[in-house]
């Protein structure tokens, strides 16, 4: 788990493509501190598993489904990343939950300075994603956390102080530029559970039905929930 406060940007030194599968190497220095072959990195926001390590250099592997949700298949030597170790416990919590599992990702459709701030108009790739963005609740763009300030259908709009343009990659994103999603994991859970009809027709024994039309008042009544 992470929480959206990067560490560290990165570069990019090799990648080695077969098909939707990937390996990248990518150059960085604080974060390989104390890092260890196993070790879950936030790249661009996607949590991906250390396979090889050097004193400045570590190699990841890219599976095809995160090949085809994200921008990493797009990237080329020398370009920079967002970097973010796993939270470790009793840390301080300064961002918001993020598990480093992008649900898409999008296109900027614009930058604008707003007095001291940058702001970002994103359109997902999949309007579906929109469901899950609300107005001042948190959004994951490239591994950071952000406030969104704006939402409507089909985009979205987060504003982001000058400390964070230049502690991160997002500085060298323009409009037209690919970002990776993800959207706040409670407000999906929320979204499955409310609308979860049950998997088949069959129950264990002793075990009651699930709710066929979701949650509803009547079933948290029967439920002895109020």
């Known amino acids: 788990m992470f929480t959206g406060l990067i560490e ?22 604080r974060i390989l501190e104390d890092a260890a072959i196993g070790d879950s990195i936030s790249v661009n926001g996607v949590c991906l598993t250390v396979t090889e390590l050097s004193p400045n250099v570590f190699t990841v592997d890219v599976m095809p489904q995160t090949f085809r949700h994200t921008n990493l298949k797009d990237m080329r030597p020398g370009e920079r990343v967002n ?8 840390g301080r919590f300064g961002g918001h939950i993020v598990q480093g599992h992008a649900d898409g990702s999008g296109a900027i459709v614009s930058r604008e300075n707003d007095v001291n701030a940058v702001v970002y108009t994103i359109r997902p790739h999949d309007p579906a ?8 609740g948190s959004v994951t763009l490239d591994g950071i956390s952000l406030t969104v300030v704006r939402a409507d259908h089909n985009s ?71």
């Open 8 to 29: 560290e940007i990165g570069t990019l030194k090799r990648t080695y493509k077969q098909g939707e599968a990937m390996v990248l190497a990518i150059e960085a220095s």
């Open 83 to 90: 970097l973010e170790r796993a939270m470790q416990a009793g």
């Open 129 to 136: 994603l929109m469901r899950y963005v609300i107005p001042q």
């Open 156 to 226: 979205f709009s987060v504003s982001i102080i000058p400390h964070t343009l230049r502690e991160t990659a997002l500085q060298w994103k323009q409009a037209g530029g690919v970002i990776n999603i993800e959207c706040d994991v409670l407000g999906k859970y929320v979204d499955h559970l409310l609308h979860f009809k049950g998997v088949g027709d069959t129950q264990d024994a002793g075990s009651k039905p699930a709710a066929k039309n979701g949650i509803t008042a009547a079933f948290l009544a029967e439920n002895g929930f109020f």
